[in-house]
């Protein structure tokens, strides 16, 4: 007996499903799909919640100097010439930033190996590439389902019958972040 299914793929296209699938769930919260390829999905999305709430707290506060750019009233940068040349003056200022530890590091890798890379577009600016941002799953996985799972010890999905598609006869299923 075979420890997963095989979904009827070949090895790279089952690993490409199952993670696009995993990402939509994790992005959106909930995922249409067959039966089989949501207990498959399941697995792989319970496996990085559980990482994302052992690791959620585990970094430190750091204070470190950074140069950031003077900017005039109007948000532009204030220039000097110097030597001819037009440079921007900065200034030096201490920020707090958030460093991991390496039990979270490693978690952040691993979740990163199965995460496709999700870029967000507004639907009335389509087309602009500018308007578009990318969305960093990992954090939200840290920041958002980390505290909202922290109490929880496990079961982080459920799957809800739909009825059988048309064309196949494959039972559909609602999978769902709870």
């Known amino acids: 007996m075979a420890m997963y299914r ?10 490409a499903l199952l993670r696009s699938q995993v990402t939509q769930l994790i992005y959106n919260g909930k995922i249409k799909t067959t039966e089989a390829r949501a207990k ?32 005039d009233k109007d948000g532009k940068r204030v220039k000097e010439v110097v030597d001819g040349k037009k440079v921007t003056i900065f200034d030096e200022v201490d920020k707090t930033v958030k460093k991991d530890k390496p039990s979270k590091l490693h978690a952040r890798r691993e979740m990163l190996k199965v995460l496709y890379p999700v870029t967000e577009v507004p639907t009335d600016i389509a087309g602009k590439k ?34 059988q598609r048309k064309g196949d006869g494959a039972l559909e299923v609602f999978l769902e972040l709870v």
Do not use: C, M, P, W
Not at 133 to 147: I, P, Q, R, S
């Open 6 to 15: 095989k979904l009827g793929k070949k090895s790279d296209q089952r690993k």
């Open 40 to 71: 498959e999905v399941r697995k792989i999305a319970e496996h990085l919640i559980t990482l994302a709430v052992k690791e959620k707290d585990n970094f430190e506060e750091v204070t470190v100097k950074a140069k950031v750019a003077r900017k």
């Open 130 to 163: 500018s308007a578009t941002k990318k969305v960093d799953l990992t954090e939200k996985l840290f920041n958002e389902y980390g505290v909202k799972y922290a109490d929880r010890k496990g079961g982080y999905t459920r799957i809800i019958k739909i009825g």
